[in-house]
């Protein structure tokens, strides 16, 4: 472990801040946040870009040092690019259509153009252990081919379009590390890329702020819902997450079942709200210590994402003393859900409705999932021991 206070860690993602929602942009944060403060020399070196959902050609914040939470963060800037070429290659892989060779081409160099940040990462290849995250981004695929033997991959892997281009198979194969989140993560991982002999392959999970507390009274009160069983949804509600199903599967419920349950959504994004709501109360984007009341307050937390590769509000919810139902066709979350003995989980409507009736109907069940939920996030991610497994994938690294 001395070695490691010899280097610096870099972690190199796409965009960077306090504000930026999404779970990969968030661990990333918090994870170099307490990288840092273990004593370890870490840095992230990321473009001007605002956030995933900005024009990923214009510059939003000033190039240079600054910190952001006791770390320093480099940025770089990006210059312009095809931006309809590249969103016409991106639709048809949202919609699984192949690509010719000049499409992928198209698609990794229309995506996000900073030569500069190369250029750092060439010229200060031997002072630091790079972590790369996520794995589809520009960022990721040009930095890094740079020094592949000091490079770790953080894929966020999912199962999708994405993950079968031909271009990702020489990152996968050449970098030192690949860090992983779960074990269905790196199953994945050998059945796509068939990672070489050698490489270091660690599921470490991630890091979960343990220490919050919701009040579930408080939410009840104020949002108008003291004697009704609710489900929550926590996080964006947009395609990506499947929220569309969530609503079309809860609409059903509501008219087939005659439960006065309510489905409550808070996040960001806009979503479109079947006629008449059904039950559905709309909260938008809420403080963070209404959040964690709602995570509480809640019978049931649902996450019908069928692309995740950890997920933390899955985590959050168990915290909370609050069980899960996940959808079956994600094999991380249904991994979790399976090892902690904390929840249920879908494939179907059929199968939603029958396990949303079964846990409304028996709450003493409910909150034994729940605590069992809370002693797997306990026991596997708190911060002291993700941090320890970071130190000891870091120190491999350095080994010959």
Request: hydrophobic share 40%.
């Amino acid at each position: 472990m001395e070695a490691l206070a010899q280097v610096k860690i870099g972690f190199v993602t796409p965009w960077y801040g306090v504000d930026i929602p999404g779970g990969a942009e968030a661990a990333t944060r918090r994870t170099a946040e307490q990288l840092k403060q273990a004593g370890l020399d870490v840095e992230v070196l990321t473009t001007c870009i605002r956030d995933f959902y900005a024009d990923w050609g214009q510059n939003h914040y000033r190039a240079g040092l600054e910190t952001i939470n006791g770390v320093p963060v480099r940025r770089f800037p990006v210059e312009a690019r095809d931006r309809q070429a590249f969103d016409q290659v991106n639709w048809r892989l949202m919609h699984n259509l192949s690509l010719s060779p000049a499409q992928v081409q198209t698609y990794i160099e229309e995506m996000i153009r900073a030569p500069t940040l190369y250029d750092f990462i060439r010229e200060h290849a031997q002072e630091y252990l790079f972590l790369f995250i996520p794995y589809m981004f520009a960022t990721t695929y040009y930095g890094a081919r740079i020094a592949p033997g000091r490079s770790a991959l953080i894929p966020c892997l999912h199962d999708e379009s994405y993950a079968r281009l031909d271009l990702y198979q020489d990152l996968f194969h050449q970098v030192k590390a690949l860090i992983l989140h779960a074990d269905a993560e790196k199953e994945l991982v050998s059945d796509l890329f068939d990672p070489p002999p050698g490489q270091i392959q660690a599921v470490v999970g991630a890091g979960v702020d343990s220490d919050f507390h919701g009040d579930a009274g408080r939410f009840r009160q104020n949002y108008g819902l003291l004697d009704t069983p609710f489900v929550l949804y926590a996080g964006r509600r947009e395609p990506g997450k499947n929220t569309p199903l969530l609503l079309r599967y809860w609409q059903r419920y509501h008219q087939e079942s005659g439960s006065n349950a309510r489905l409550v959504l808070i996040g960001p994004g806009d979503i479109d709200l079947p006629a008449g709501q059904h039950g559905i109360i709309d909260l938008g984007f809420v403080p963070v210590q209404d959040k964690y009341d709602a995570f509480a307050a809640a019978d049931l937390f649902c996450l019908p994402s069928v692309h995740e590769s950890f997920s933390i509000v899955i985590m959050e919810s168990w915290l909370a003393g609050t069980p899960v139902l996940v959808n079956g066709h994600c094999a991380v979350t249904r991994e979790h859900c399976q090892k902690a003995n904390g929840g249920l989980y879908f494939t179907n409507y059929h199968e939603f409705a029958a396990t949303v009736d079964y846990l409304l109907a028996r709450p003493a069940l409910a909150r034994r999932l729940g605590a069992q939920g809370r002693r797997y996030v306990l026991d596997n991610f708190r911060w002291e021991i993700i941090v320890d497994k970071y130190k000891q994938v870091l120190a491999r690294m350095l080994t010959p």
